[in-house]
């Protein structure tokens, strides 16, 4: 990860729990002015994302540093143990929520739906969403799956948030008091499976998930494009660790061809395939043309 790339992610974590500590103070007045179980839940929830925030911040700090002799490829992929983490923590709010769900259904309680507290709960839930755009964005961009993983989340609060506000006033109106334990036990519902999308797709990029289809058909073509003097390339394998890119293949150059002229292609790639991917660690084996396998990529 370069320099300006880890500074931008820090900070952005950093932003993450600035926004989480300001959301649930904001979200626990509602609950507490309340005595909404299903406010209480949205407030719970905020918990997680100040919890998840703490846990993205000290992925990105860690996934910056260098490689050295211990961890020769690089830290790239503890933001995926940390989405890992966010999701566990995410599933134990959940679990908390259905509790408080269950025995307000058998038991409801009277709440207070005073405009002020509402009022709070829709401002945290806009400054929520803001932020969630700003994560997803700054995520893709910059490659983060931590980051990602917590806009994806925060953009999940959003919605259940909303349903929630909407379903408690109808509660309110309706005298149907059982309406704000059934709204929590949906919000557990709803975080449940955010943290089991968050898990699923870290145990994937924690697999060596190769490349997207495109930009494999993308390097390919560089390859083809930028290897004159060689023969063929075969055995390409791309691998995906957080920010970095992993590419690695066999280039079949003819027999007499000098050490220095081979060496000389294979900087020509490697230049070219970085335009491409930006964050790439590319290794190339050359073999002598009696290797060929007349299979792979041909070049032009």
Known sequence: ???????????????????????????????????????????????????????????????????????????????????????????VAALLIFREAYFGFFSPRDFTLGPIAIAVSVGATVINALWAFQLTRLGRREQSPALQADGKHLATDVISTLGVLVGVVLAAVTGYHQLDAILAGLVGLTILWSGW???????????????EPKLLNEIRDIISSNAEGAIEAHDIRTRQAGQMTFIDFHLVVPGAMSVETAHEICDRIEAKLRETVERAQITIHVEPENKAKHSGIVVV
């Open 1 to 91: 990860m370069s320099n300006k790339s880890s500074n931008i992610a820090v900070r952005v974590a950093f932003g993450s729990l600035a926004v989480g500590v300001l959301v649930l103070a904001l979200k626990g007045y509602a609950a507490w002015a309340t005595g909404s179980i299903a406010l209480f839940s949205d407030a719970l929830e905020s918990v997680v994302n100040v919890v998840t925030a703490v846990v993205a911040l000290l992925a990105v700090r860690l996934a910056a540093r260098p490689a050295d002799a211990s961890l020769p490829y690089g830290y790239y992929k503890a933001e995926y143990f940390s989405a890992v983490v966010i999701g566990i923590f995410i599933a």
């Open 197 to 211: 999308e968050l898990v699923r797709q870290s145990v994937i990029g924690l697999m060596d998930v190769a490349v």
